[in-house]
């Protein structure tokens, strides 16, 4: 397959127009639907579906264009690294990986102070779930990652150095109009009859076993493909979530977290190679552990505001 098809397809699905992405790539729409049929044809599988506005990607094509983006995204970045070396301008990048929650402010933050001492360096922050990043370190595809021993766990490996930066509380994420919003911690027992959604094994893991502890089930109705989507459907009341308390500060403005009495924990570690470290990578953890001190003083100070439910009701122990 030819990257300059996956191009085409990602444009397509992007401009959600076949007439759209042959403009922008200066070629005829005759040409973008015959390399989009081709594709379908090496694949054996649609890949987009036509509507009354233009087209839209089948579930197989948002799975092979969220796949290709990220091949297309790293090759952009393979040409741009050989062309400084023919220039003589080369500069090893740096390749941060993250979970989702963790990339999405704590690992940031980190970075932003790493530039801020160190000045420019080129960098990436390619996200994965934990297993995955471990994965990629130790293929020396990743410098650093920031992963958790959320269920199933971190493996033992001499490859890598593992550095524990500190525990994360699991808080609940409400729609602000819930009737627990504003008044944690609240105990699981509260909470047996709600509808919850989830969007990876781990963290439903971390919610059956804590719900368990309390006698009590989980409703896990909801599944959703990823984070953005588990949040999109707290937000519009359609169920509550258990997230890491590291994404409290970077949570969208339609929904808010409540703090879970005796809540589960999960704990935060920066692993890098063995061999051959990035020179960046051991001031960036000196960095990360700043910024898990700072995020975890948010998340305490969140969980200590709003009406607990033993103020609410003092005959509860």
């Known amino acids: 397959m030819e990257l300059t098809v996956w191009r085409t397809f990602v444009t397509v699905c992007r401009l959600r127009s076949l007439s759209a992405a042959a403009v922008e790539l200066s070629h005829t729409q005759s040409a973008v ?6 594709l379908e044809r090496q694949l054996g599988v649609p890949l987009l579906e036509r509507h009354a506005r233009g087209v839209r990607p089948t579930a197989a094509g948002e799975v092979f264009r969220r796949h290709a983006l990220a091949t297309l995204t790293e090759a952009d970045r393979t040409v741009r690294a050989v062309r400084d070396v023919r220039d003589g301008a080369f500069e090893r990048p740096l390749a941060v990986g993250a979970t989702p929650s963790l990339a999405a ?3 940031p933050e980190a970075v932003r102070a790493l530039l801020r001492q160190s000045g420019s360096i080129r960098w990436s922050l390619p996200p994965g779930l934990s297993a995955q990043l471990h994965h990629r370190v130790t293929a020396g595809d990743l410098d650093l990652a920031v992963v958790t021993d959320a269920p199933p766990g971190l493996p033992h490996d001499q490859r890598v150095e593992q550095l524990f930066l500190g525990l994360d509380d699991m808080v609940v994420v409400l729609p602000v109009g819930h009737p627990r919003a504003g ?3 609240v105990r699981m027992q509260t909470l047996a009859d709600e509808i919850w959604v989830e969007d990876n094994d781990g963290s439903a893991a971390l919610l059956r076993g804590h719900a368990a502890r309390a006698g009590v089930g989980a409703r896990i109705d909801l599944t959703a493909a990823d984070l953005p989507g588990k949040l999109a459907l707290v937000a519009t009341g359609h169920a509550i979530a ?3 308390g590291v994404l409290t500060s970077a949570l969208r403005t339609d929904a808010t977290t409540v703090a879970l009495v005796d809540p589960p924990t999960r704990g935060i570690y920066a692993i890098t190679p063995r061999r051959d470290p ?15 001190e700072a995020s975890a003083g948010r998340t305490r100070r969140g969980s200590r505001q709003g009406t607990s439910e033993n103020d609410e009701d003092p005959t509860r122990s």
């Open 33 to 38: 639907s015959r390399q989009i049929a081709g």
């Open 242 to 244: 258990l997230i890491p």
């Open 278 to 292: 990035h020179p960046f990578a051991a001031p960036l953890l000196d960095h990360l552990a700043a910024a898990y």
């Open 183 to 185: 008044r944690g911690p």
């Open 105 to 107: 402010g704590m690992v």
